[in-house]
């Protein structure tokens, strides 16, 4: 019971993080393009979402700080785009850039300056405890996750509708060959920032979801942010392949599931000794090393067989 608990407990961050593990997928799959901006609209999208569950409007503070992500999409964007910046430099601009205005934003209440905030009672996961009664650690740890499931459910029928449209598939198309697009009278700079609108909007409501679900902000919680939603996309192609949207953006998020559960798995069995907690992104790197390794692993195997079939 003790550890269904335990697994149950990082469920919801799975799901969670998979919001943002969708965004990079959006951004990097869909569009090609290598955005840096996750960790600074990550982080906005929280100290958002703080600010509004502060004065009692925790689903308000859900959708501000979706606004917040899709503000920070559309500078990276316009930086792109209007100003001819490399993507990658666009994206560290817009996120040193955020990180200021983050301290600024934790500065705004009562307590002064600070770097951290916290607001236990005014999550949605708290208000659905008190609509239903609900008491106890496990009671709580099932809502988080029936909540976040319920939450990640409606965005992803959502993304994979959008994808469907007419602006949509100009999105998508811009990120297969923008030269054509661009010959189609199409605007490749508007899908473009559509797209990293898109892509950093769902990361923004990731950061506002983590924050409800742990109770807290804190301006470094958005620290290795990148890292972890990169390891969710690759695991999910792992297992499901490179396949269309619709797929991509749900093995993102089942990629985000297996990732925390593996991080648990790894800490509570003391994989690498007791400083297993401490060695968290060092196993996030072993993940991902060993998920690029599988299809070279295949591809060898698959080699072998032919080798012995010919002779």
Known sequence: MVELQYYLSNLPDGLIYGLLAMGIYI??????????????????????????????????????????????????GLLQTKLSVHPVLAGIITMSGLYSINLVCYSLTDKGATTNLSYEKNTVFEKVKELFGIR??????????????????????????????????????TGDNPDMVSASSINVDRTKIIGLLIANALIGLSGALASQSLGYSDINTSNGTLIYGLAAVIIGEAIFG?????????SAVVGSILYKLIVAFVIRENIFGEKSANLMKFTCALIVAITLAIPAIKRMIAERKQRKAAN
């Open 27 to 76: 951004s990097l799959r869909i569009l090609d393009i290598p955005d840096l901006t996750t960790e600074g609209s990550f982080g906005f999208g929280m100290v958002v979402s703080v600010l509004t569950a502060l004065h009692g409007h925790p689903i308000l503070a859900l959708f501000l700080g979706m606004a917040a992500g899709a503000a920070a999409g559309i500078i990276t």
């Open 136 to 173: 106890g650690q496990f009671e709580t740890s099932v809502v988080k996750a029936v909540v976040s499931l319920i939450i990640v459910s409606l965005v992803l029928m959502i993304v994979i509708w959008f994808f469907r449209t007419r602006v949509g598939l100009c999105v998508r198309a």
């Open 242 to 250: 490179k396949r269309g949207p619709a797929i991509g953006v749900l």
